[in-house]
Nanobody, 126 residues
Framework: QVQLVESGGGLVQPGESLKLSCVLSGRAISTYAMGWFRQAPGKERDFVAVINWNGGYTSYADSVKGRFTISRDNAKNTVYLQMNTLKPEDTAVYYC???????????????????WGQGTQVTVSS
């Protein structure tokens, strides 16, 4: 059974950084494309960043491009989201997700992802 567990969220001030981690258990993470999505109160869950099975392809939402970096360590069964220069509008619950259908070309559509973590809260406020 595949399980995802996120960590690393917290309360930070604007301009600061956080690094989120997501550990996959139950199967080798290398068989999945992985994604980070976020959901603010009252809003839909939005795409943030995705990465293919070996890290050779990534894609970012325009709102985070240049500030966030997605990466993975298949030996540790872990995917990361480095978030720099955080803004109040980045406040949300952040979820990682796994998509087994096309590991070499990750999808930005959340409905393509079969497995989800419980989420970790990121709050950016002064």
């Amino acid at each position: 059974q595949v399980q995802l567990v996120e960590s690393g969220g917290g309360l930070v001030q604007p301009g600061e950084s956080l690094k989120l981690s997501c550990v996959l258990s139950g199967r080798a993470i290398s068989t999945y494309a992985m994604g980070w999505f976020r959901q603010a109160p009252g809003k839909e869950r939005d795409f943030v960043a995705v990465i293919n099975w070996n890290g050779g392809y990534t894609s970012y939402a325009d709102s985070v491009k240049g500030r966030f970096t997605i990466s993975r360590d298949n030996a540790k069964n872990t995917v990361y989201l480095q978030m720099n220069t955080l803004k109040p509008e980045d406040t949300a619950v952040y979820y990682c997700a796994a998509d087994p259908s096309l590991p070499q070309r990750p999808d930005t559509n959340r409905f393509e992802y079969d497995y989800w973590g419980q989420g970790t809260q990121v709050t950016v406020s002064s």
